[in-house]
């Protein structure tokens, strides 16, 4: 046997040890490979979080990916266990959610009995061997371990161990205790050690690593290491040989659908998608009936009937529980989907395109997004779901929180000792905006924030912040995904308690389970949807109509009115600052348009240089060109330029006679994650397609070049649609049912582009008229009173709901008389709860009282005073003089978020007059290029990733919003004001084209301080 065969590495663990391990699973498995181990162990402590990642990256390097863990016991001993066979790994994970479950997250502990219960296929390495382990695990399922680092008090105990292993009878084997792959990550390690155990590096004493030595060694070196125990070492290829488990044989098996008697899961599928699809299509058209039997017949030899009965079993739990829910993704390419009703989009009618969503040849299983109301109705959703399930059969995918900038800026910086001042200063530069400037380099920040890189101390910081980025931080939870199994998921990956209660995690995230093919269904909170859903309830009772929204009314005249006027906020999709910058100029006139308008405000699009030549030939100012005369009936409607994913895989299945999963193949190669190899593969294989078909020259470059700039970014068709017709719809409500739709948004904050302050606004200059909060009248949430809207006691902020109420059930039994009788009345008040409604004006209707006079009232009431005195009321005006204008403006921001009240700029509108200041109103009748001034308060800063430093600002005056655009050099010379001020007075040239009007600044200045709302700031 050669010698670097010799060795095989049992302990290794990872940064999924969380604040135990320097370096990602990827890492370790590649100095596997550079060292020629053939096989490495993988034994992060109590899980196996990053086990998918190890078995894929080793699969990839060619070593064999072993998997176990390090398990804490109750008795304050560790011992690592690896999994031999599929039992053992099943057992493993049982364990793993035994000890998880009934211990609070990121806690727990097995016991000695456990381990018993669970021995079965697992072989225990220990460092304290002992009868109790010979008969949990069995004579020859037991190692002692020992490990060498240069430590003497290390050696004395490996000779006692040894010594203890040969009066028990049991073989040794040696580890190196792996916790990084390359000895500099061990300073990285020190420092997660502080992290663990909040203490700085000054004063870490022992609890850090003496040497760099617990690093991938070599099998030679460890040969070396332990030349005078050659058995221990020859001995971890015995017990690597008997490790058989690898994550391929993860036996994972998604649940099979309970159907009646006689019945098949295929046969019962086939009788719902037929019943829906006579519902659907009317008539049920031929065209329609081949793309739903050429769906069920793939579904059926995929054997997914199954699958597709859940998600439609969960499509119908919402729809009897009054439950908005609308399926999108790829599932939107789908007919069955379609007819099932998991999906609104009709895909044979937009001729989308099946293979994006499922295919022979993808070999992974499709996937369902259903969008659902955020909040408690998505909660119900979830927990049916547990329910139908078990505890033990249904989890959220988890999401692994890594260090980024900030926090990794923050926990390095803790551990070197560093100031809190310079800390946060470190930890505010290193925040995450949309653009990174090139001379924002992280040296750059480091030396704004007033540190020194020639410094020892700062140099190091430094090299350990860039160290741990990306690493994995700790477990959160995944926003909708959920994983289900037939029988127990816990034999598949560990489960753990999430923060929310009732809501469980595996230990994987989605990419994770993905790789190991366990299907997820993302169930996600979407806030139009509950807004939708609230003002469908609403309309009744304030209008008297009943509105249907499968049946909206096409084209509505109004809707298209103002989307082609950018008059947007509130809408969904459609509101942002690019969006409405462009929405003039695209003019949407049909739903489709509206389809193209959501995708085209992307990345995708913007990087790919399609949106100006989109616009150019929808205005007739270009030719459209379909590249070559085979692709017309794909890129026409897109007049000749590809905006969506399934365009792309039309054209390399046209133009190159691509198969449906060939095509697939391509888009995924050219995905997220791009790789070079894998495109230039493909690129080959394109252009020997192109060939056979004749296509060659300009057009061949044409067309690959199209492919290879789109592919990264493309959005989905379908998904587009599926938002398409939200975004009609929350069109279509606003316009016609401001006062619901409104009053919806405000109850399902926070959400959307803008915030409450700037949509009450809007919804005042469309004639609503938006009530005050008031004790006397005002519910938890916002209410509509006759056509005006009351806001909520829920912006009274600092108000707890359980006061409000108690606000309430105390005004059922009968009217508030006076300040003192709400205080007397409603004991669960607090001080500054009661101090707070005074602030906003919610109890001047009591006493007939301005605000200082409630605030008076108020605190005289909330005293407290003997019985005798207690029913007195004291009455008439404090001597406090009313607020100012001013005044209230604060006191509403600072209370509420929102004024009723006139907006802050007409209070200034004499002083703007004088300074030859237009209002947003007056821009439409400036000609472009003349030179103007405008002010307002700043509710949106941008600076997006797709636009070279140019920073976007809106503004909002009592009569509209503007926009200024910001070079980067103007803001290099402005950035304080800019970034400062909430009012400000900007000069600069009118730039009118094609109805899409800005400012482009030259000079700008902060106006005096007041109250304004916050602002929505490089989002």
């Not at 793939?298 to 054997?303: A, D, F, G, N, P």
């Not at 990087?607 to 100006?612: E, N, T």
Request: with cysteine.
């Amino acid at each position: 046997m050669k010698m670097t065969e010799s060795y095989v590495e049992l302990h290794a663990r990872s940064a999924f040890s969380f604040l135990e391990g320097g370096c990602v699973p990827e890492e370790l498995a590649g100095a596997c490979s550079a060292l020629q181990m053939p096989a490495m162990a993988l034994v992060d402590r109590n899980g196996v979080y990053g086990a998918p990642r190890f078995h894929m990256a080793a699969k990839k390097a060619g070593v064999h990916a072993h998997i176990g863990s390090e398990i804490t016991c109750t008795n304050g001993v560790s011992y690592p266990l690896l999994v031999a066979t599929r039992e053992g790994y099943q057992n493993l994970c049982r364990l793993v959610t035994r000890m998880k479950l009934r211990a609070k997250k990121g806690e727990g502990a097995a016991t000695l009995e456990e381990l018993a219960e669970f021995s079965q296929g697992l072989i225990c390495l220990t460092r304290h061997p002992g009868e109790k382990l010979l008969e949990i695990f069995g004579r020859h399922n037991v190692y002692a371990e020992l490990q060498r680092h240069y430590n003497r008090e290390e050696e004395a105990r490996n000779q006692a161990i040894a010594e203890r292993a040969q009066s028990l009878g049991i073989p040794v084997v040696a580890t190196n205790g792996v916790a990084y792959a390359v000895p500099p990550q061990r300073e990285l390690l020190d420092v997660f050690t502080c992290v663990r155990n909040k203490v700085t590096l000054a004063t870490a004493g022992r609890l850090l690593e003496r040497n760099s030595e617990r690093h991938v060694k070599t099998p030679a070196q460890m040969a070396r290491l332990f030349a005078d125990l050659p058995g221990a070492i020859a001995r971890t290829l015995e017990i690597s040989s008997r490790l058989e488990f690898t994550l391929a044989d993860l036996g994972y098996e998604f649940p099979r659908y309970p159907v009646p008697p006689g019945e098949t899961m295929a046969s019962f599928l086939r009788k719902r998608v037929d019943e829906g699809a006579h519902r659907r299509y009317q008539p049920y058209h031929e065209r329609a009936r081949r793309q739903i039997e050429r769906e069920l017949a793939l579904i059926e030899k995929l054997k997914l009937e199954g699958y597709f009965l859940i998600v439609w079993d969960i499509v119908r739990f919402c729809r009897e529980n009054d439950i908005l829910a609308q399926g999108r993704g790829s599932a939107a390419n789908s007919a069955v989907c379609y007819a099932l009703e998991i999906t609104a989009v009709d895909p044979v009618a937009m001729d989308l395109l099946f293979e994006r969503f499922l295919s022979e040849e993808r070999g992974e299983w499709p996937d369902i997004d259903i969008d659902l109301p955020s909040g408690d109705k998505r909660e119900s959703v979830i927990q049916h779901v547990y329910q139908r399930f078990g505890k033990l059969g249904a989890a959220m995918t988890a999401n692994v929180i890594t260090y980024r900038g900030r926090s990794a800026a923050r926990e390095v910086g803790k551990a070197l000792g560093f100031e809190i001042s310079s800390l946060e200063r470190l930890s505010s530069l290193a925040r995450t905006w949309e653009w990174k400037d090139p001379k924002e380099t992280t040296e750059k920040q480091f030396k704004d924030a007033g540190l020194d890189l020639s410094h020892p101390k700062v140099r190091k910081f430094f090299e350990l912040y860039r160290m741990a980025q990306d690493l994995p931080r700790h477990l959160g939870q995944h926003s909708g995904g959920m994983v289900i199994c037939q029988g127990q998921l816990d034999s598949v990956v560990p489960l753990e308690p999430a923060t929310m209660p009732g809501r469980v995690v595996v230990q994987w995230d989605k990419e994770d389970c993905a790789d190991m093919g366990i299907i997820k269904v993302d169930l996600l909170g979407l806030g139009m949807m509950a807004v939708i859903e609230e003002t469908l309830k609403r309309i009744p009772e304030t209008y008297g109509e009943e509105v249907d929204l499968a049946h909206l009314p096409q084209n509505d005249p109004a809707v298209f009115a103002a989307l082609q006027t950018a008059d947007t906020i509130g809408m969904f999709q459609v509101e942002s600052r690019a969006q409405m910058s462009s929405l003039p100029r695209m003019r949407p006139r049909s739903f489709y348009d509206i389809v193209v308008q959501v995708a085209i405000i992307r990345p995708g699009p913007i990087v790919g240089k399609m949106v100006h030549p989109y616009l150019n030939r929808r205005q007739g100012r270009e030719r459209p060109d379909c590249l070559h005369p085979s692709l017309e009936p794909v890129l026409r409607r897109t007049l000749g330029v590809p905006l969506f994913q399934e365009q792309l895989l039309k054209m390399a299945m046209i133009a190159a006679g691509f198969t449906g999963g060939e095509a697939e193949e391509l888009r995924r190669a050219m995905g997220f994650k791009r790789s070079e190899k894998r495109m230039a593969e493909i690129e080959v294989k394109l252009r020997a397609g192109m060939e056979r078909n004749g296509i060659r020259g300009e057009a061949q470059e044409a067309i690959v070049r199209s492919i290879t700039a789109f592919a990264l970014y493309g959005f989905p068709e379908s998904h587009a649609a599926s938002f398409a017709l939200l975004a009609y719809a929350s069109a279509y409500l606003k316009c016609h049912y401001l006062a619901a739709f409104t009053c919806a948004m405000l109850n399902n904050q926070p959400m959307g582009f803008y915030a409450p302050a700037i949509l009450i606004k809007d919804a005042q200059r469309h004639g609503l008229r938006v009530l005050p909060v008031d004790v006397a009248v005002s519910d938890w949430n916002c209410t509509i009173e006759g056509r005006c809207l009351r806001l909520g006691l829920r912006y009274a902020r600092g108000l707890r709901e359980q006061a409000a109420q108690a606000i309430l059930q105390a005004r059922a039994l009968r009217p508030f008389s006076s300040v003192d009788d709400l205080a007397l009345r409603v004991r669960d008040l607090r001080r500054d709860e009661i101090n707070r409604l005074a602030e906003i004006g919610a109890l001047n209707s009591l006493d007939q009282l301005h605000r200082r006079d409630a605030l008076w009232q108020a605190q005289r009431a909330i005293l407290p005073v003997g019985q005798l005195l207690e029913p007195l009321e004291e009455t008439g005006p404090s001597p406090l003089r009313a607020m100012e204008i001013e005044e209230r403006l604060w006191a509403d921001y600072r209370g509420t978020g929102v004024t009723v009240g006139r907006h802050p700029m007409a209070h200034r509108r004499t002083e703007m007059d004088a300074l030859g200041v237009k209002r947003a109103s007056d821009l439409a009748q400036v000609r472009n290029g003349r030179r103007v001034r405008i002010a307002g308060s700043v509710i949106v800063r941008q600076r997006p990733g797709t636009a070279k430093g140019f920073v976007f600002l809106s503004m909002e005056d009592e009569t509209g919003i503007m926009n200024a655009i910001i070079t980067p050099d103007t803001f290099d010379r402005y950035k304080l004001t800019v970034l400062g001020e909430r009012f400000l007075l900007i000069e600069g040239v009118l730039q009118n084209l094609d109805g899409v009007i800005s400012v482009k600044a030259a000079r700008i200045a902060g106006l005096p301080q007041g109250a304004a709302p916050a602002s929505h700031d490089f989002h």
